[in-house]
């Protein structure tokens, strides 16, 4: 099973900031397999990107993944208030599929 | 718009049964694999099990092999994971989500399942 370890656990910024957020993995996620998604308080997580790199339907351009082998990172350009949430990374190379324990982004 | 909405949660008892729904719309539910996750603030977000489009294949992962059942119904637009011999270790919120190329991109609101005596 491929181990994802997320970090920093939280990120303190405030609002037009830039977030950098790490995902790293176990095992050589191959072909890019990697997943992110948000998750607010009390709903389901949303999914932000696929294939490492591909934002998903709706999801806007300050968010944006990059990253290949073990080590990703999501970064979020400008954040607006609506960003503050936690962060997971997914990978899907393996099965069964795992997330890593999140990333916390909190206004500073 | 697409929905997904989890039924069936609820305070069970350990070595107790629950079946838990989730209900879809909004999508051509034929055409997908369905999954389900669960999120615990322990272990964080796990995923549970998934059913091939159709039906004909399904895995689950090791933790719940042999008490957990995942299945579907396309006329009904419909999965289901049928949860027996609870403990408390599968108290969680259980999310179903629909699987597309490995990744879930539309989740459900989620159910409660809280194993407790």
């Known amino acids: 099973e491929i181990v994802l370890t997320q970090s920093p656990g939280t990120l303190s910024l405030s609002p037009g900031e830039r977030a950098t957020l790490s995902c790293r993995a176990s095992q050589t996620v191959s072909s890019s397999y990697l997943a992110w998604y948000q998750q607010k308080l009390g709903q389901a997580p949303r999914l932000l990107i696929y294939d490492a790199s591909t934002r998903a339907t709706g999801i806007p351009d300050r968010f944006s993944g990059s990253g290949s082998g073990t080590d990703f990172t999501l970064t979020i350009s400008r954040l607006e208030p609506e960003d503050f949430a936690v962060y997971y990374c997914q990978q899907y190379f393996t099965s069964p599929t795992t997330f890593g324990p999140g990333t916390k982004v909190e206004i500073k | 718009e697409m929905h997904l909405v989890e039924s069936g949660g609820g305070l069970v008892q350990p070595g107790g049964s629950l079946r838990l729904s989730c209900i879809a719309s909004g999508f051509t539910f034929t055409g997908y694999w369905m999954t389900w996750v669960r999120q615990t603030p322990r272990k964080g977000l796990e995923w549970v099990a998934n059913?091939?489009?159709?039906?004909?294949?399904?895995y689950h992962v090791d933790s719940v092999k042999g008490r957990f059942t995942v299945s579907r119904d396309d006329a009904k637009s419909s999965v289901y994971l049928q949860l027996s011999s609870l403990a408390d270790e599968d108290t969680a919120v259980y999310y179903c989500a629909r699987h597309n190329r490995g990744v879930f991109d539309h989740w459900g609101q989620g159910t409660l399942v809280t194993v407790s005596s």
């Open positions: 059913i091939r489009l159709g039906g004909g294949e399904d």
